[in-house]
């Protein structure tokens, strides 16, 4: 079955500064990468997500980059604000039938003021 | 954007008693819900696929019989943890894909539970 890796388990960065956080998966037939921002005590919420015919993806502060080859994808936040400071988790799933999602163990990013 | 809803948000019991938590698409009829369970720091860990009308899927090494999921209506799926124990405490998620928008999943605010 899929298996999602990701790294760093933790990210500690200034005001302003870049975060990027990097997933691999195991299943080349997944083609649906999705990542979530959770809050301590609050559901997941969707904040950008990517499927396998595009490289990349941006929505303001937020970029998703995806390398089908390697199975790399990556989150990338600049500008970063003492709001973006939760856990981030990546996903995958292979669309049609249920579309499991497979998560990564999460990253805590700190956003230090 | 799709609402799901879950009750209780949270839930306090004694061990050997029986739990039951509810997820709601509010404004979306979802045939596939997921159950998640989520140890403190810890990522998600999808325990079982509920279809509208039939029985779940459960993922490997979950219990399906102490684990009961029922998803009767197009808008409610829910989740009978049984005979729980401390070990059972846990944040449990639920979350729910629109028909026709294949990919994404809208999640619940989450039920803890505790297990005395």
Request: hydrophobic residues 35%.
């Amino acid at each position: 079955g899929e298996n999602v890796e990701q790294h760093p388990s933790t990210l500690s960065v200034q005001e302003g500064d870049s975060a990027v956080i990097k997933c691999t998966y195991s299943d080349s037939a997944s083609n649906y990468f999705p990542w979530y921002k959770q809050e301590l005590g609050k559901r997941p919420q969707l904040i950008i997500d990517i499927r396998s015919n595009v490289g990349e993806k941006k929505d303001q502060r937020i970029a998703v980059t995806l390398n089908k080859t390697a199975k790399h994808f990556s989150l990338h936040i600049t500008e970063t604000q003492p709001e973006d400071s939760a856990v981030y988790f990546c996903a995958a799933s292979i669309s049609g039938g249920y579309n499991k999602l497979i998560f990564g163990a999460g990253t805590r990013l700190a956003v230090h003021p | 954007g799709a609402v799901v809803s879950q009750h209780p948000s949270w839930v306090i019991c004694k061990s050997g008693t029986s739990v039951k938590i509810e997820c709601r698409s509010l404004d979306f009829q979802a045939t596939t819900m997921f159950w998640y369970r989520q140890f403190p720091k810890q990522s998600l860990m999808l325990m079982a696929t509920s279809n509208e009308g039939s029985k779940a899927t459960y993922e490997q090494g979950v219990e399906k019989d102490k684990f009961l999921i029922n998803h009767a209506s197009l808008t409610l799926s829910t989740l009978t943890v049984t005979s729980a124990h401390p070990e059972d405490s846990s944040f449990y998620i639920c979350s729910a894909r629109i028909p026709g928008f294949a990919d994404t999943q809208y999640f619940g605010p989450g039920t803890r539970l505790t297990v005395l």
